[in-house]
């Protein structure tokens, strides 16, 4: 969530100093925040879930979830079925699936509103990469955080690198603490 609201700073070069020119910078910082917004949640399991939760505690409106099949998270305002209907603000966590392959792809894009951002922590396979940079390149996606790809690791040679409105991150949701990933086994083969 902390990429949706911090990064139009990064990728606007709104840093209110300017080293290179020993000045300051008097623009305006622009930056977005969760109150009042709307944000759709692309599967809405326990991850999705968890997700729609910390929306809520920031002040969003109204948090949309794209689903197939669950509706029972009570921080979802909207449930949606169908790729009928887009909003600014997207962060894919769906499984890999049949029905989820290229599911961001032209026609979606088409739908969103110019400065978008979309996140996707789900699987690589969810986001039709032509469409993409069709969509950033138009600025109907302002940026993207792109963690998970078709082919891991990312080649050295891809335009995600390089593309100033696309942050790639390496596919670590977080450090794990082996002490904590040995209980958790433990416990779930206790459950087995």
Same mark, same amino acid.
């Given at each position: 969530?902390?990429?949706?609201?911090?990064?139009?700073?990064?990728?606007?070069?709104?840093?209110?100093?300017?080293?290179?020119?020993?000045?300051?910078?008097?623009?305006?910082?622009?930056?977005?925040?969760?109150?009042?917004?709307?944000?759709?949640?692309?599967?809405?399991?326990?991850?999705?879930?968890?997700?729609?939760?910390?929306?809520?505690?920031?002040?969003?409106?109204?948090?949309?979830?794209?689903?197939?099949?669950?509706?029972?998270?009570?921080?979802?305002?909207?449930?949606?079925?169908?790729?009928?209907?887009?909003?600014?603000?997207?962060?894919?966590?769906?499984?890999?699936?049949?029905?989820?392959?290229?599911?961001?792809?032209?026609?979606?894009?088409?739908?969103?509103?110019?400065?978008?951002?979309? !996140?996707?922590?789900?699987?690589?396979? =969810?986001?039709?990469? *032509?469409?993409? $940079?069709? #969509?950033?390149?138009?600025?109907?996606?302002?940026?993207?955080?792109?963690?998970?790809?078709?082919?891991?690791?990312?080649?050295?040679?891809?335009?995600?690198?390089?593309?100033?409105? !696309?942050?790639?991150?390496?596919?670590? =949701?977080?450090?794990? *603490?082996?002490? $904590?990933? #040995?209980?958790?086994?433990?416990?779930?083969?206790?459950?087995?």
């Amino acid at each position: 969530l902390g990429y949706c609201l911090k990064l139009p700073q990064h990728y606007k070069s709104n840093d209110p100093s300017d080293p290179k020119e020993q000045r300051w910078n008097n623009t305006t910082v622009r930056s977005r925040n969760f109150k009042g917004s709307t944000v759709a949640i692309l599967g809405v399991g326990n991850i999705g879930s968890e997700v729609a939760r910390l929306c809520q505690a920031m002040g969003c409106s109204m948090v949309w979830g794209y689903t197939r099949s669950s509706e029972d998270c009570s921080f979802i305002d909207k449930y949606v079925h169908s790729k009928e209907e887009a909003c600014s603000q997207m962060i894919n966590v769906m499984p890999h699936t049949p029905k989820t392959q290229k599911f961001f792809d032209k026609d979606l894009f088409g739908q969103m509103k110019k400065g978008a951002v979309l !996140v996707n922590a789900g699987r690589g396979s =969810a986001i039709c990469n *032509d469409a993409l $940079l069709e #969509a950033l390149d138009q600025n109907i996606v302002e940026y993207a955080v792109l963690d998970v790809f078709d082919e891991e690791p990312l080649p050295c040679d891809h335009i995600f690198w390089k593309h100033p409105s !696309v942050l790639v991150t390496s596919h670590t =949701a977080a450090i794990t *603490d082996p002490n $904590l990933a #040995a209980r958790v086994f433990y416990d779930n083969y206790q459950r087995w």
